[in-house]
Structure formats: structure tokens, C-alpha cells
Nanobody, 114 residues
Framework: QVQLVESGGGLVQPGGSLRLSCAAS????????MGWYRQYPGQEREWVAT??????TYADSVKGRFTISRDNAKSTVYLQMSSLKPEDTSVYYC?????????WGKGTLVTVSS
């Protein structure tokens, strides 16, 4: 049973930084794509970034500001967010693709506000 638990959300001022973590359990390896998505209330879930092995891809809206990384020994994926903007405010969800199924965490709230 794959489980994902996000942490690290909170309130940050515009221009600030925050690091999200997502701990995975259930046999995840570096070959399993892991990603971050975000969803603002009333809007569709938006893809943010993905990492597979060491290959990373980003949405244009976060490119150059966010960095996704993973620690395979800890089965943990991170999202380092810098130069945060109010429009980055969302619930951030971690995902992993495993045996043809995409699993999701429960999300962590990031609020960017002064």
C-alpha cells in the first residue's frame, strides 16, 4: 500500500522561501515518477513539477523559482520554493506513479501573504 505524507506548508511573505517534503512508503524506487501539484479552492489541480530518477521538469509558472529533488534512501521528494508570490497560494499535493496507478497525498497548505 503506497502512502504519501506531505509536510512543510505554512504562511510566508511574498519573496520568501519554503521547502515542502513528501515521505513515501510502499516500495517506491527512483524509477517511479514523483511530482508536485497544487490546487486553489474552486480551481482545477495544476501540475507543478516532476522528477524521475534525476530528470526534472517544471511548469512555466514556477520555472527558475522552484526546485524538485528526491532522496531515494529516504523515499522522500522535496519542493524548494523561492521568490514566492501571492498567486503561489494553494494546497500542494505530492504524487507518485506506481504500478500504473497515480497515488496522492492529502496535501499541505501554502499561503503567501504579507
Amino acid at each position: 500500500q503506497v502512502q504519501l505524507v506531505e509536510s512543510g506548508g505554512g504562511l510566508v511573505q511574498p519573496g520568501g522561501s519554503l521547502r515542502l517534503s513528501c515521505a513515501a512508503s510502499g516500495g517506491i524506487s527512483s524509477f517511479n515518477p514523483m511530482g508536485w501539484y497544487r490546487q486553489y479552492p474552486g480551481q482545477e489541480r495544476e501540475w507543478v513539477a516532476t522528477i524521475t530518477n534525476w530528470r526534472t521538469t517544471y511548469a512555466d509558472s514556477v520555472k527558475g523559482r522552484f526546485t524538485i529533488s528526491r532522496d531515494n534512501a529516504k523515499s522522500t521528494v522535496y519542493l524548494q520554493m523561492s521568490s514566492l508570490k501571492p498567486e503561489d497560494t494553494s494546497v500542494y499535493y505530492c504524487s507518485v506513479d506506481y504500478t500504473g496507478v497515480r497515488f496522492w497525498g492529502k496535501g499541505t497548505l501554502v499561503t503567501v501573504s504579507s
